[in-house]
């Protein structure tokens, strides 16, 4: 299984970016996936979580202005990003665990840089 992340970049405060997970080996609309991130010198995070059927959840700083979707076709998923704030600053990660067997598998980060 391979994740690659890609979409990330400068941003200004109030813009928006999209990322990008084209996942290979596993069949992503069949697992849990999400995306998360980690700021400098702190814990990475769970930022958004679609799973099996589209039902979507959030991390509170997330929510109303992120969301995350997925494409069968092209098999990725995407988490659009709204409104972005210098906090939202760190590199995003995208994962991905099997609903059946539970195997976790990560892609390398992108990294988004929001300037005020």
């Known amino acids: 299984v391979q994740l690659q992340a890609s979409g990330g970049g400068l941003v200004q405060a109030g813009g928006s970016l999209r990322l990008s997970c084209l996942a290979s080996?596993?069949?992503?609309?069949?697992?849990?996936m999400a995306w998360y991130r980690q700021a400098p010198g702190k814990q990475r995070e769970l930022v958004a979580t679609l799973y099996p059927g589209d039902k979507t959840d959030y991390a509170d700083s997330a929510k109303g202005r992120f969301t995350i979707s997925g494409d069968n076709e092209k098999n990725t998923v995407y988490l659009q990003m709204g409104s972005l704030k210098p906090e939202d600053t760190a590199v995003y990660y995208c994962?991905?665990?099997?609903?059946?067997?539970?195997?976790?598998?990560w892609g390398q980060g992108t990294q988004v840089t929001v300037s005020s």
């Open positions: 080996g596993t069949i992503v609309r069949l697992n849990v």
């Open positions: 994962h991905t665990r099997k609903w059946f067997t539970g195997d976790e598998y």
